[in-house]
């Protein structure tokens, strides 16, 4: 074995070999006093001092070869008791953190007062019960965590043994099974109160994971949506009412002055046609609001249904134009088309694509003042594969039939432009300029446009203009 694998040589070096350099002087001597004994006359007492001379050489290398060692094992112990104290510095810090974050993530949820955040483990049994959940369900933290399951307060009868069987046997399984399949699941379900009560509450489900990445549980984070649910039945109801309600006198006005208006026998005057043209042009607008009401109440009731038929947008959008026409002439509003020669067919609904196709041009001929602009154009385009249209082809991206609709009117604020499809609402662009309308027309378009698996965008800046842009998938 060579020198270098001695750590004790290593770590000494020079010291060693000075050792080694005496403990040879010493041997030498030695020899030279060997070579005199063989003289007759050297005095044995010599030789024995030679032997001595010889052992405490010895003996003295492998005492400072001894402590050389220790020196060495000295600072190895010095070095493991600075990296044990550095280890517990930096588990004591981490446990600082993870203290800090779980006091912080606590408080977080002890803030929420209005939406019950409940947390179980992998079988239902509640860990995590926040004041917005005592709140709602009536319970005390205490009487709840770890003594209770969450399904002790759903309501039974939403858990049909049919979908216990899909579940896989239990009503837990059954509650966490689009979560547990889809990674998140947001629905309405039923909560019981301690005291009896009932509860429609929209409840957003999703795993709870470990710092390993490991399912420990899942949360329920709970807002109670039952005045909510009961004015939306109300609202539709009271639709669904007043549209059958108002559509049969309309209907009979209108029967009863087109006998009027076209009976030879009894002819008007021209201020009495006059007169009742007006009528007619009322009780035609306002059948025509009773049927937006009505289709309205189907959507949201998800009872809105096609008549699928393959269908030329193209002749779509020139009717569309014709209709316009003669409102835009009369404001003052250019209008130009640009389709293809060929036509562009898509699968769909040719009654509802018209009626989105009106609403989009209609709009925008009234929201633009005299001497503005209202293009409508229809081409083929791309969408890729994040969802974004391109009117080059690339791969994964699939062919759309794209209308757009842009006028050069009094625009939306970006403030209003998230509103513009919900029910009744009207910008305030449009209220400032008496343009007249319910708030409905955009809402129905939307309906009609996702119902055909097509998507309606808008890029709209106020005083400048709008466009529409509504995109229909076109066969492979």
Not at 168 to 174: E, I, K, L, Q
Request: one cysteine or more; charged letters at 20%.
């Amino acid at each position: 074995m060579t020198a270098t694998a001695d750590p004790v040589a290593r770590a000494t070096g020079p010291a060693h070999r000075t050792g080694v350099a005496g403990l040879g002087a010493a041997a030498a001597a030695a020899a030279g006093v060997l070579a005199l004994v063989v003289r007759p006359a050297l005095p044995l007492v010599l030789l024995a001092g030679a032997v001595v001379l010889l052992a405490v050489a010895d003996l003295t290398w492998r005492l400072h070869r001894q402590q050389t060692a220790a020196r060495v094992l000295e600072a190895q112990r010095l070095d493991l008791f600075s990296q044990r104290q550095s280890t517990a510095d930096e588990l004591e810090v981490a446990t600082r953190m993870l203290r800090a974050r779980a006091e912080t993530m606590t408080s977080v949820i002890d803030a929420v007062t209005e939406q019950s955040i409940i947390g179980t483990d992998r079988d239902g049994l509640v860990r995590v019960w926040n004041p917005g959940a005592e709140r709602m369900l009536g319970l005390p933290r205490a009487d709840v965590v770890r003594t209770r399951s969450i399904i002790d307060f759903h309501a039974p009868e939403e858990l049909t043994p049919e979908e216990l069987d899909a579940g896989g046997g239990t009503p837990f399984a059954t509650l966490v099974q689009v979560a547990r399949e889809q990674g998140s699941d947001v629905r309405d379900w039923t909560y019981l109160t301690a005291d009896g009560r009932r509860l429609t509450v929209s409840v957003a489900i999703t795993p709870r994971t470990d710092d390993d990445g490991e399912q420990t549980g899942w949360n329920f984070v709970g807002t109670d949506m039952t005045e909510v649910r009961a004015t939306e039945r109300l609202k539709d109801q009271f639709v669904s009412l007043i549209s059958h309600e108002l559509r049969t006198p309309l209907s009979s006005i209108l029967g009863y002055l087109e006998l009027v208006l076209d009976d030879p026998e009894q002819p008007l005057t021209d201020d009495q046609r006059q007169y009742l043209g007006t009528v007619e042009r009322n009780a035609q607008r306002l059948l025509r609001l009773v049927g937006d009401l009505l289709f309205t109440a189907q959507v949201d009731a998800g009872r809105f249904t096609l008549q699928p038929a393959e269908v030329d947008l193209a002749d779509i959008v020139r009717s569309a134009e014709e209709s316009a026409r003669v409102t835009a002439t009369a404001r003052g509003v250019a209008m130009s088309v640009d389709v293809p020669d060929g036509g562009l067919v898509v699968s769909g609904d040719a009654l509802r694509l018209g009626q989105a196709c009106d609403n989009l041009v209609s709009n925008a001929v009234k929201f633009t003042p005299a001497g503005g602009r209202v293009a409508l154009r229809l081409q083929t385009a791309w969408r890729d594969a994040d969802g974004a249209l391109v009117d080059v082809p690339a791969a994964g991206a699939t062919p759309v039939a794209l209308l757009s609709v842009s006028d050069t009117g009094v625009g939306i604020p970006n403030s209003e432009q998230g509103r513009l499809f919900t029910s009744f609402f009207r910008a305030s662009t449009a209220r400032r300029n008496a343009v007249p309308g319910v708030g409905l027309g955009l809402t129905i378009t939307k309906a009609i446009t996702t119902a055909h698996g097509g998507t309606l965008d808008v890029v709209s800046a106020e005083g400048r203009g709008t466009t529409f842009t509504l995109a229909l998938p076109l066969p492979a």
